[in-house]
C-alpha cells in the first residue's frame, strides 16, 4: 500500500521560506499524481497544488510564491513542495497525497481531495506575522 510520508515544516515569520519535502513508494508511482493539500484550524482541507507526468497546477493562493518538484525513481517519488515568501494565512497542516490516476493532475479539472486514495500523516507548518 502507497504511504506517504512527510517531512520538513516548521515556523518561520512572515516573509521567510520553508521546504516540505514527501516519500511515497509503490512500484508503479511514476504514474501516479502526487499533491498537497494543507488544513487551517477551523477551515476545510484546501489544495495548494500537484505534479505528475507533464503537468504541475498551483492553486491560485500560492502561485508564484510555491514551486512543487518531483524526482521518481524505479518504485520511488520524492515530492518537494518550496515554499517562499510565507504569509501567516500559509499555516496550516500541510498533507501529502497520492494517487493513481495520473491525469487527476491537470490544468483543465480541479484538484480534489477524492483523486487521491493515498494521504500522509501531515506536517505543520506556522508562520507568525
Known amino acids: 500500500q502507497v504511504r506517504p510520508v512527510e517531512s520538513g515544516g516548521g515556523s518561520v515569520q512572515a516573509g521567510g521560506s520553508l521546504s516540505l519535502s514527501c516519500t511515497a513508494i509503490?512500484?508503479?508511482?511514476?504514474?501516479?499524481?502526487m499533491a498537497w493539500f494543507r488544513q487551517a484550524p477551523g477551515k476545510e482541507r484546501e489544495a495548494v497544488g500537484c505534479?505528475?507526468?507533464?503537468?504541475?497546477?498551483?492553486d491560485d493562493s500560492v502561485k508564484g510564491r510555491f514551486k512543487l518538484s518531483r524526482v521518481d525513481v524505479v518504485g520511488r517519488s520524492t515530492l518537494r513542495l518550496q515554499m517562499n515568501n510565507l504569509e501567516p494565512d500559509d499555516t496550516a497542516m500541510y498533507y501529502c497525497?497520492?494517487?493513481?490516476?495520473?491525469?487527476?493532475?491537470?490544468?483543465?479539472?480541479?484538484?480534489?481531495?477524492?483523486?487521491?486514495?493515498?494521504w500522509g500523516q501531515g506536517t505543520q507548518v506556522t508562520v507568525s506575522s
Open positions: 509503490e512500484s508503479a508511482i511514476d504514474g501516479y499524481s
Open positions: 505534479i505528475a507526468t507533464g503537468s504541475i497546477v498551483y
Open positions: 497525497a497520492a494517487g493513481p490516476i495520473g491525469g487527476a493532475c491537470s490544468t483543465s479539472r480541479p484538484l480534489t481531495e477524492s483523486d487521491y486514495e493515498y
